[in-house]
C-alpha cells in the first residue's frame, strides 16, 4: 500500500513557476514508476509527464520543454518543475504510482490545485 500525497500548487501568473512536489508513504517506492497527471474542469484526466524506476522521463507534448519531472528515491518524493505556466496548464494535478507485478498496484493522491492567470 502506497499512500500519496501532493504539495506546491497555488495561483500564478502567466510565465511563472511553480514545483510540485509528491511524497509516498508505504514500501517500495523505488519500484514504482511515478507520474503526473492533471485534469481541467469540464476535461478528461490527461498524462503530464512519467518517470521510471530507472529515471527514464516521458512528457505530453503541451508540457516538453516547460516541465520537468524527476526523483528522489531517498526522500520517497517526485517533483514537477513547471516553468513558463500558461493559463491552459490550469487543472488539478494528480500523482500517481503504478507498479505491474501479479496484479497491478495503482495509487493516487488527492490532488493539488495550480491556476495560472493570464
Known amino acids: 500500500q502506497v499512500q500519496l500525497v501532493e504539495s506546491g500548487g497555488g495561483l500564478v501568473q502567466a510565465g511563472e513557476s511553480l514545483r510540485l512536489s509528491c511524497a509516498a508513504s508505504g514500501s517500495g517506492f523505488s519500484i514504482y514508476k511515478m507520474g503526473w497527471y492533471r485534469q481541467a474542469p469540464g476535461n478528461q484526466r490527461e498524462l503530464v509527464a512519467t518517470?521510471?524506476?530507472?529515471?527514464?522521463?516521458s512528457y505530453a507534448d503541451s508540457v516538453k520543454g516547460r516541465f520537468a519531472i524527476s526523483r528522489d528515491n531517498a526522500k520517497n518524493t517526485i517533483y514537477l518543475q513547471m516553468d513558463n505556466l500558461k493559463p491552459e496548464d490550469t487543472a488539478v494535478y494528480y500523482c500517481?504510482?503504478?507498479?505491474?507485478?501479479?496484479?497491478?498496484?495503482?495509487?493516487w493522491g488527492q490532488g493539488t490545485q495550480v491556476t495560472v492567470s493570464p
Open positions: 518517470i521510471t524506476s530507472g529515471g527514464s522521463t
Open positions: 500517481n504510482a503504478k507498479f505491474q507485478g501479479f496484479r497491478l498496484l495503482d495509487y
